[in-house]
């Protein structure tokens, strides 16, 4: 279903963008040279009849995103977040797009309900409210168990989302192809292996039941966060298109008029919100990958509420190290050691330059330091930092996409809270604290224990896998006789059974 019939699709988009009058906002937006903006248009305008109208009652780039379907929504959402780039009369349009856009009937919710669940959602429910948050794949009603009394948020999938998803998938990756194919220079970036990456993260998302146990497993990680709630799964009221949880009441942290009338400090908010991240994707390897206005809330009692966990993001023991070692050497302004992580971890192709990618890098970190957050161009930086990856070589990494768009999303939320923070001061102490914890004597023997535990389950089968290796390196050689090689293979592997056995005493003691 990838075939040229999406070529109409496209089209269709860019025309909506211009009747919308979209085009023209994203342009000023982003300051758009004039060239740039002359041979846009020249393309667009002629199919400008062949867009969708949308609402006019919404502001243009709104009004575009939200007739073109849920994953153009998807993007608005992150645009939202921030007003640096986009500039704050976009984000704050877009910002809407979060858990206001148009609901779908309350009898098609109770409807889903009962087709979901088995029981009529008057049974099970004394009340259930008219939508509180409507969002791109489903919307949230605020309810009453019948049976204890108890407020809940149950919420429902989008009749017919499923299908609406597939449909802009199949354009999406259309598109990625087609740009491959057209534009070789942008291979790197992997335009098909992000598409696919965002297809995997869509696809969790429309299973509720996936949504509940990413839930459950965030919280069990959370617990002994201060300053940090989940609302509580109810897994007997859950299924795959209805998931109910605990109703967490509080103030969205985009109302920063309603947080300042509550007496809530916006720099602590701010500091807690990317600190909370960091702590639970270093500390963790998991995390709450949607972490915009709409999906954070702070309490009556200054905690941080977060919900709709659809998107969460996992990064191995490995990946954090080199990510926390990249932003440590960043807060220490130590770029040699910031490109040499790049090459170690094999982000940059070994035949370029350390020490003139060093430099590129200290030309990305150097406005940063002694400046707040308010004097940085954040869509200058990101600009140039594009270029510097560009000629480099550097391709898209697609296992950091998510974690990539969640430290944007992250800060631009910290930023609607306190426009003067600095992200590396944000960042320093959970680094340290990181880097203390994961790179020393004990990070040491944690990995030893771990390798010992690995062996340990393989410990029969190591002579012949030490027997296999050696035979395929000596390959080409005249064929030694077989019972030196099995005699090396059995000291191989009685050595490391010696370590794994020796490792695994030192635990026990």
Excluded: C
């Amino acid at each position: 279903m990838r075939g040229p019939h999406n070529i109409w699709r496209l089209i269709r988009t860019g025309a909506t963008f211009e009747r919308t009058g979209a085009m023209q906002a994203i342009l000023d937006a982003f300051e758009a040279p004039r060239l740039i903006r002359v041979v846009v248009r020249a393309v667009v305008w002629p199919f400008r009849w062949l867009g969708h109208r949308g609402d006019p009652a919404m502001p243009p780039v709104t009004r575009a995103l939200t007739v073109l379907g849920p994953a153009y929504i998807k993007f608005g959402q992150i645009l939202s977040t921030r007003p640096d780039v986009v500039g704050d009369e976009l984000a704050e349009q877009l910002r809407v797009l979060q858990d206001r856009l148009p609901p779908f009937p309350v009898a098609a919710a109770k409807a889903e309900v009962e087709r979901e669940l088995g029981v009529p959602a008057d049974q099970l429910f004394a009340t259930f409210s008219e939508p509180v948050a409507a969002a791109s794949i489903a919307q949230v009603h605020k309810a009453t168990l019948a049976d204890t009394g108890e407020e809940v948020a149950v919420k429902v999938l989008r009749p017919g989302i499923e299908r609406a998803f597939r449909r802009d998938l199949d354009a999406f990756h259309f598109a990625a192809n087609a740009i491959g194919v057209l534009l070789p220079g942008s291979r790197r970036l992997k335009p098909v292996d992000v598409v696919a990456h965002f297809e995997g993260v869509v696809i969790g998302e429309l299973d509720l039941r996936l949504e509940a146990a990413s839930a459950s497993e965030f919280q069990a990680n959370t617990r002994d966060d201060d300053g940090f709630t989940l609302p509580q799964v109810r897994w007997d009221l859950s299924s795959r298109r209805v998931m109910t949880l605990g109703w967490a009441e509080g103030i969205g942290l985009g109302d920063v008029a309603a947080i300042d009338a509550a007496g809530h400090d916006r720099r602590d908010l701010a500091l807690r919100v990317m600190q909370l991240f960091l702590n639970h994707a270093l500390r963790d390897g998991y995390f709450h990958g949607d972490m915009h206005h709409g999906n954070l809330k702070v309490a009556a009692n200054g905690d941080i509420i977060a919900y709709d966990f659809g998107i969460m993001g996992h990064i191995d023991e490995y990946t954090r190290r080199v990510y926390a070692g990249i932003l440590f050497g960043f807060i220490r302004r130590d770029y040699k050691r910031v490109a040499e992580l790049h090459f170690e971890a094999g982000y940059v192709p070994a035949d370029r330059d350390v020490d003139e990618f060093a430099r590129a890098l200290r030309a990305v970190g150097e406005p940063i330091f002694g400046m707040d957050a308010s004097r940085i161009s954040m869509g200058r930086l990101l600009a140039y930092l594009f270029e510097v990856t560009e000629r480099f070589g550097m391709e898209t990494r697609t296992e950091l996409i998510l974690l990539q768009r969640t430290m944007v999303v992250v800060e631009g939320v910290a930023r609607t809270l306190d426009p003067r923070m600095n992200i590396w001061d944000a960042a320093k102490p959970v680094v340290e604290k990181y880097i203390r914890s994961s790179i020393g004597p004990r990070a040491l023997t944690r990995d030893l224990v771990q390798t010992a535990r690995v062996l340990a389950r393989f410990g029969p089968r190591l002579p012949g896998l030490a027997e296999a290796v050696l035979v395929r390196q000596m390959q080409g050689d005249p064929p030694p006789p077989r019972r030196p090689i099995r005699a090396i293979a059995g000291w191989i592997a009685l050595g490391a059974g010696a370590m794994a056995a020796l490792v695994l005493l030192a635990e026990l003691l």
